[in-house]
């Protein structure tokens, strides 16, 4: 870990003093470092990048955003307490063109950290990093490059275990809305790397063991055609989701009320998962609509952390005493 650590403040402090000085990178709260996940060139780079900045939400003040991200990082969150082995990697939503860096991203890590969960932050490349939608219409990368990003992290997680307290059999990943697609996809994605290997740790599986996706979106096979013409019924994930036996146990949260993505990406994904024979586990609820994150609400939605710590415990991720 310090090896790792005197790389990346080396990495960073070279980033920061050519970057402009008007550039604002997202930073974490103080006592937590954010370090570089690759250790040279990034591969299937940006020739000319926009610089990295910070902003509120579109249309929001209530979520920070992360834009124009070239150089992607992790943030390490140690468990408050007691520590269970556990450690999820988290990837903030933003429709693969921004990141929600503290709804789907920080106040994550407050949550399961608290649970004696390590947390890794992942900061991956925006804009146009997956699947989304560009100037009205669908946009299919040749590389995603977010995924690249994914595999890497949970290499370097695995790589670094016993350091970090970590059990490398129970390492998973949870994300919202496109980090939910960006769930599936490292789900799906993990017999080989999508990048040419660089070091030790992707030697290291890229296969999470359990994967949470909440109101995830880019799942569903109809979701470009136009709305009037969708039929519910028709239930078939995009072709770059291919669901196998050897997907990881995976827990699905999705409102009814959800305009952004709607509920069929969650359902086909289900669907998908149950013929492979995966463990499964989905809840949808009427209300909630998208993006809610864990703020606080009245509505039953509001109690799905307690549902996933429920569901850890069942696959054997938590015992009872860590979820309390």
Known sequence: ???????????????????????????????????????????????????????????????????????????VYTPTGRNSGAAVVVFPGGGYQVLAMDLEGTEICDWLTSRGITCVLLKYRVPNSGPTWVNGGRYYPKVQTALQDAQRTLGLVRLHAAEWGIDPHKVGVIGFSAGGHLVAAASTHFATRTYPAVDAADAESCRPDFAIAAYPGHLWAHEDEDRAKRDPTHLELRADITVSADTPPTFLLQAEDDEVDGVAQSLAYYVALKQAGVPTEMHIYAQGGHAFGLRPSTLPIAQWPRLVETWLGTIGVLDTGATH
């Open 1 to 75: 870990m310090h090896r790792l650590l005197r790389f990346s403040f080396a990495a960073i402090a070279l980033v920061v003093a050519h970057a402009p000085a008007q550039a604002e990178i997202w930073q974490p709260a103080p006592g937590h470092v954010q370090v570089p996940i690759w250790p040279g060139k990034v591969p299937n780079a940006l020739p000319h990048p926009k610089p990295e900045s910070v902003g509120p939400g579109e249309g929001h003040t209530w979520w920070a955003r992360a834009n124009d991200v070239s150089q992607p990082t992790m943030t």
